[in-house]
């Protein structure tokens, strides 16, 4: 399983993704599932991705083989972003075409999912869900998060205390405590953790990296908000009724 986040306020982005891929409770290994794409002054983009690992890496390397050919479209040569979210969605139906019908002969149904997000110079940061089929939505300033896998241990906390107008710094422990607390939940999302965090209108990259599950600062969010949240529920008022 996998937990990745994608988060758009009004200072910027910020993606976070666990490293955990999980076959059984005695098959688990590390694999990155965030990729970053530059090219400087021009454009950043950033891909997240969840679902059948072979899949997944499949059509991460159709993306690749694009860019290393001479002509053609690629991931970085996209009018907007729409069409950037079109061009990937392009590449899944390939790997769809190609796999799915042996997949469902085998019983495995072809689940892959992409959050991709990012800016182009002269236009707005977006964020964008790529769904299996290759079709997508984006992130509004009413709904400005995107979730992909295991979503459902860290959404209760982005809906109470996120938001379009939340600072970038603070959407950055909003989305690393949702990242975190669903690896507390579940055992297939792990450490380590990535993180990138991108400025609007910067076009570049300055702010990646990955979080071990010893980082000093990963303990300190953690130890923080458990012993937080503890006082809290302390802090709230009893039931009248259990007082008598």
Not at 87 to 92: I, L, N
Not at 210 to 224: G, S
Not at 225 to 241: A, C, K, T
Request: proline share 4%; net charge neutral; glycine share 8%.
């Amino acid at each position: 399983m996998t937990y990745c986040l994608s988060l758009h306020c009004r200072e910027g982005l910020a993606f976070f993704s666990d490293s955990r891929t999980s076959a059984g409770v005695d098959n688990i290994t590390i694999h990155p599932k965030m990729r970053v794409f530059e090219r400087r002054g021009d454009r950043v983009l950033c891909l997240l991705s969840s679902g059948n690992l072979s899949n997944t890496q499949a059509v991460i390397a159709l993306i690749e083989r694009d860019l290393q050919a001479a002509d053609g479209p690629n991931i970085l040569n996209q009018g907007n972003l729409n069409e950037t979210a079109r061009y990937v969605g392009e590449r899944v139906r390939e790997i769809r075409k190609l796999d799915a019908e042996a997949l469902h002969r085998a019983g495995v149904a072809f689940n892959i999912n992409f959050l991709l997000g990012g800016q182009i110079a002269g236009q707005e940061p977006q964020i964008f869900q790529i769904y299996p089929e290759g079709n997508f939505i984006h992130a509004s300033r009413e709904s400005p998060f995107l979730q992909i896998g295991e979503l459902k241990y860290g959404k209760p906390i982005l809906d109470r205390g996120f938001s379009y107008d939340t600072p970038l710094g603070q959407a950055v422990k909003f989305g690393l405590l949702s990242l975190d607390s669903t690896a507390r939940s579940n055992l297939s999302v792990g450490t380590p953790f990535e993180i990138f965090c991108y400025r609007a209108d910067s076009l570049e990259v300055r702010h990646r990296l990955k979080l071990e599950d010893n980082d000093p600062y990963l303990r300190t969010v953690r130890e923080r908000w458990q012993s937080g949240l503890i006082q809290l529920v302390r802090d709230i008022p009893e039931l009248e009724v259990l007082r008598s």
